[in-house]
Each structure stands twice: as structure tokens, then as C-alpha cells.
């Protein structure tokens, strides 16, 4: 008891740590960087940007939905798995969460490769060096994030070191394997919440 109380003190101290980050972080992007220059979509590295961060903030999304669902939110569900012709309910959201995180890793692996096929110009790259600054910061906050998660989800250390290390590789297209590998240890009759838990807390 006493050591699941520190961990959850350490947990809270840590996010508010990275919280005070990130508010830095933009506060140098706003009053030191361009931030207007951030927003060049005809920039291979903006492209790999977007998709990126897509790719991080769906899972918080979903899991912002799990914890704090309200009526607005059920609805846009119901009515999104109408049009699918599937049961908002069921397991089958299983299988639609397997496709989002398939297409989103396919798009994160093919905007990282779209934009390692030419380096980016000195020019180019100080003109974004602020976004970049900002980028990575929000980024790897998301990844120490998923990286907690990632722990507390798996049962040995050295797979968690594995998928924790991917993460901080790879970024967008290891946590998506990672949500894919997860949804496929459930069947499509469960509901996709079990994934936020570990086998105990299920």
C-alpha cells in the first residue's frame, strides 16, 4: 500500500514536471521563435510533424473518451459506429481501433520515410529550428507518457525496455505496433477499453 501511494506521488510530481516543460516550450516558440513558420505544409518535415502528433494524441483521445465519456461524446461514437453498421457497445469496437492504429502507423512510417529521402537545407532548418525545439519537446513528453503505460503494461522488464526504447526511436510508428500488438490480444467480442489494462488490473 504504502509503496503503490509513492509511486502515485512520483507519478503526479512527474507530470506536473513535464507540464512546467511544456509550458515553456511554447512560451519560447511564442515569444522567441517564428511560430507563424511552423505552419509550412508544403514541408516535408511539417507533414512528418502532423502525422506524428496525430499519432500520439488519438490513444489520449480515446482514453480521455474511456475516463471522462459525457453524452456529446457517446453520441459522436453511436452515431460513428451506426454508419459503420457496428454496436458502439461491443467488442467490434475492437476491430475498428485495429484499423485507425493500422492506417495511422502506415502514415506515420510513410511520412518519416517521405521526408528522410532529402536532408533538409541549413537555411531551412534554422528557419525551423524553434518549431523543432517545441515539437520534440511535446513529443517526447507523450512519449515518457506512453512510456509510464508501457510499464505498467507489460509483465517483464526487458520487453518493456524493448517497446519503451522503440518508442523513443520510432515515436508515432512504434506506439501505434505497440496499440496494434495490445488490440490483437483481445478478441473482437471484448470491449477495447481492457487495453489501457495490465492482465492484473483486468
Known amino acids: 500500500?504504502?509503496?503503490a501511494a509513492s509511486i502515485g506521488v512520483s507519478m503526479k510530481t512527474l507530470f506536473i514536471f513535464l507540464f512546467c516543460v511544456m509550458v515553456a516550450a511554447f512560451a519560447y516558440l511564442f515569444l522567441f521563435g517564428d511560430y507563424f513558420s511552423c505552419f509550412d505544409i508544403h514541408s516535408r518535415w511539417f507533414i512528418l510533424m502532423a502525422v506524428d502528433f496525430t499519432a500520439c494524441t488519438v490513444p489520449i483521445v480515446a482514453w480521455v473518451y474511456y475516463k471522462e465519456s459525457s453524452w456529446i461524446f457517446a453520441f459522436i461514437v453511436m452515431a460513428a459506429m451506426?454508419?459503420?453498421g457496428r454496436d458502439a457497445n461491443g467488442g467490434s469496437?475492437?476491430?475498428v481501433a485495429r484499423v485507425i492504429f493500422s492506417v495511422l502507423g502506415c502514415l506515420v512510417l510513410g511520412a518519416l520515410?517521405?521526408?528522410l529521402v532529402d536532408e533538409l537545407s541549413p537555411f531551412y532548418t534554422k528557419e525551423f529550428a524553434s518549431c523543432f525545439i517545441t515539437f520534440?519537446?511535446?513529443i517526447y513528453i507523450h512519449i515518457a507518457m506512453f512510456s509510464v503505460w508501457i510499464a505498467y503494461k507489460e509483465s517483464s522488464w526487458t520487453s518493456a525496455f524493448f517497446w519503451i526504447a522503440s518508442l523513443v526511436c520510432l515515436r508515432g510508428v512504434a506506439l501505434c505496433a505497440y496499440i496494434l500488438r495490445r488490440l490483437f490480444d483481445l478478441s473482437p467480442q471484448q470491449p477495447a477499453s481492457l487495453i489501457i489494462f495490465n492482465?492484473?488490473?483486468?
Open 1 to 3: 500500500m504504502v509503496a
Open 82 to 84: 451506426n454508419v459503420l
Open 93 to 95: 469496437f475492437v476491430v
Open 113 to 115: 520515410i517521405y521526408t
Open 136 to 138: 520534440e519537446t511535446d
Open 199 to 202: 492482465n492484473t488490473g483486468r
